[in-house]
């Protein structure tokens, strides 16, 4: 069974500064990965994926991650963060292209002017 | 085109009651999930469809919730006997289907409140 750790259910930064937002994964088979982004009262919009090949995967507005197999991880980096940043993020995984998601619990970004 | 849309947007009702939540999926996307986010967590997964029938059921809680896609496109989750702790968002989403990696598309959620 596969399973999904998010580290922090809350992350605040400054406006410009660097998004860091954490994710372990336990999966018995090579993995999907993903991340989503909510924002309130909208559904879930699929922000990256690694599938396979390049282990560093970039996503729309200017989110990226790395796929470390050695570290289970799958950590959701922004280099400068925006106001428009403020939202839910979901990392998820799953062991083929069809199967359901298996989700983490979310981290709430918060971005201080 | 057109993306996941789910109706009602919300849903009140009283303990007991019987409740249906529909999804249209994009036209021609073969798979379809149903999830529940209940408040603070992450969305967990019901039933996932493959044309007319459930390929994996494994998630539905139990035998008062159930889920249909007679014509293979919209779905209508079905739950019995509401009880309070079934308040939560339940998410649809589909996929075309196809060999390989396919991307999840959501629906905005319908939102149940049992009273």
């Known amino acids: 069974a596969q399973s999904v750790t998010q580290l922090g259910s809350h992350v605040s930064v400054s406006e410009g500064a660097l998004v860091l937002l954490r994710c372990n994964y336990s999966?018995?088979?090579?993995?999907?990965l993903f991340w989503y982004v909510q924002y309130p009262n909208q559904g879930l919009q699929l922000l990256l994926k690694y599938t396979t090949g390049a282990t560093l995967v970039k996503g729309i507005n200017g989110f990226e991650a790395e796929f470390k197999k050695s570290e289970t991880s799958f950590h959701l980096t922004k280099p400068s963060a925006h106001m428009s940043d403020a939202a839910e993020y979901f990392c998820?995984?799953?062991?083929?292209?069809?199967?359901?998601?298996?989700f983490g619990k979310g981290t709430r970004l918060s971005v201080i002017a | 085109g057109a993306g996941v849309s789910q109706t009602p947007s919300n849903k009140v009702t009283e303990k007991g009651k019987y409740v249906e939540l529909r999804c249209d999926p994009i036209?021609?996307?073969?798979?379809l999930y149903w999830y529940r986010q209940s408040l603070g967590q992450g969305p967990e997964f019901l039933i996932y469809?493959?044309?007319?029938?459930?390929?994996?059921d494994s998630g539905l809680p139990n035998d008062r919730f159930f889920a249909v896609r007679p014509e293979g496109s919209v779905s209508t989750l079905k739950i019995q006997r509401t009880e309070r702790g079934d308040s939560a968002v339940y998410l649809c989403?589909?996929?075309?289907?196809?060999?390989?990696?396919?991307?999840?598309?959501f629906g905005p959620g319908t939102r149940l409140t049992v009273l």
């Open positions: 998820a995984v799953s062991v083929s292209g069809n199967t359901p998601l298996v």
């Open positions: 999966s018995s088979v090579p993995p999907y």
């Open positions: 036209s021609g996307h073969t798979a």
């Open positions: 989403a589909s996929s075309p289907g196809l060999a390989g990696y396919n991307e999840q598309f």
């Open positions: 469809f493959q044309g007319t029938g459930a390929a994996d």
